[in-house]
């Protein structure tokens, strides 16, 4: 596989002593605060982040319109910084409530002066960007209450002086900036930021406590993937006889088993530079799978995903095992795209073999206890691009 794309890139962060301990993400085009959720979907998606930074702090800079987007909290030890002037006391609420969720916040070049204390209190970090604070008012700042006892870093250290100076004043701050220099690019293949929804969703969906609003919480991410949704409630599928106009609505009536067909069938769709044939073979090979499994074994869940993940890597030009390493599937589901292991395994290599014309290998006594022919079969085959059909144009 061919990763050019540039997702990110790490800059150190460094004590005194000048050893690194911590990396700032910038983005690959240093904007660093762009409203950009691709750019979280590459930092947390597209590339092994954990590997990268070798398991030390990152820190990375949001707005506070973005904290929404934020990835579930993982085992990464992250610090998120928003800039001091966006903040108000209205924002209290939010920020109060990611800090219960085990997030860590920062604030940039805080006014002490304009900030109220209660806001500043949220915060654990600190950082003092050098291009727009002076050397002297970032020293006099750092000696006040309200900021010494938290963990502060000053960015834009551009000069081996402005280095002495800050760290004999400030021993226990960090430092980043072009006289530290040590900026790596990342590269990689850059994935749709639905992935980052897909997973949310499923690791929401081993939670038992998650209600529709959880739910639609990841869903309302993406204009286009609430609009879509949404619009699904009025398809023949589900007759919805009300005038839906939320995403929680919309996922307390499509229910939470098809909401995760349907977001990964919307992934799927929103990759470009593919054949216009491929889309609908999965599609139909997801629908060919899940109307025999109902056949085989009605109380068996998960055989649309299996049909649809089986072209996960002609879709995203990478191995199945890589590609399904980090989405929290069951692990039926995984053994039947990894091993064929399972009624669903059974399920897929069946289809698979149909699709190919190995008549030989598809097992019709086994079937035909299940009052399943190969007329049947064959019915169920066509019945499956009708519905691909149907569920494209959606």
Not at 92 to 105: I, K, Q
Not at 228 to 235: A, D, G, M, Y
């Amino acid at each position: 596989m061919k990763n050019n794309d540039v997702l990110f890139c790490t800059k150190a962060v460094v004590n005194l002593n000048s050893q690194t301990i911590a990396y700032f993400i910038v983005h690959p085009d240093n904007k660093i605060e762009e409203k950009d959720a691709s750019f979280l979907s590459s930092l947390f998606i597209d590339s092994n982040i954990t590997e990268i930074t070798q398991q030390k702090t990152i820190f990375f800079q949001s707005h506070i319109d973005q904290l929404s987007k934020l990835p579930l909290q993982s085992n990464i030890h992250m610090v998120i910084f928003i800039d001091g002037i966006e903040l108000q006391e209205e924002h209290l609420d939010t920020l109060s409530a990611l800090r219960l969720d085990g997030y860590e916040l920062g604030i940039k070049n805080p006014d002490l002066k304009a900030i109220p204390p209660a806001i500043l209190d949220v915060f654990t970090s600190v950082v003092f960007n050098l291009n727009q604070c002076s050397i002297e008012n970032v020293i006099e700042s750092c000696k006040n209450e309200l900021i010494s006892t938290k963990n502060i870093w000053i960015d834009e250290v551009e000069k081996e002086d402005q280095f002495n100076t800050l760290k004999q004043a400030i021993p226990e701050a960090s430092f980043s900036g072009n006289f530290i220099k040590r900026v790596n690019t990342i590269k990689g293949k850059r994935i749709l930021a639905y992935k980052a929804i897909l997973i949310d969703l499923l690791i929401a969906l081993n939670d038992r406590e998650s209600s529709p609003r959880v739910l639609a919480d990841y869903i309302e991410r993406d204009p286009t993937l609430t609009y879509r949704v949404i619009k699904l409630t009025h398809t023949a599928h589900y007759r919805s006889q009300f005038n839906v106009s939320s995403a929680q609505r919309a996922v307390e009536i499509i229910g939470i088993r098809d909401l995760i067909k349907w977001v990964s069938l919307v992934m799927l769709s929103s990759i470009s530079g593919k054949p216009d044939c491929l889309f609908p073979m999965a599609v139909s090979r997801a629908c060919f799978c899940q109307s025999l499994a109902k056949a085989l074994s009605p109380k068996v869940d998960g055989a649309f995903i299996v049909g649809l993940f089986s072209y996960l890597p002609s879709f995203l030009d990478d191995d199945l095992p890589s590609l399904l390493k980090n989405l929290p599937l069951e692990e039926n589901i995984k053994a039947a795209l990894l091993e064929y292991k399972g009624n669903l395994g059974g399920v897929l290599r069946i289809v698979e073999d149909y699709e190919a014309g190995r008549w030989e290998k598809i097992p019709l006594e086994q079937l035909q206890s299940k009052n399943i022919t190969k007329q049947s079969l064959k019915d169920l085959y066509v019945e499956s691009f009708k519905e691909a059909k149907e569920m494209m144009s959606l």
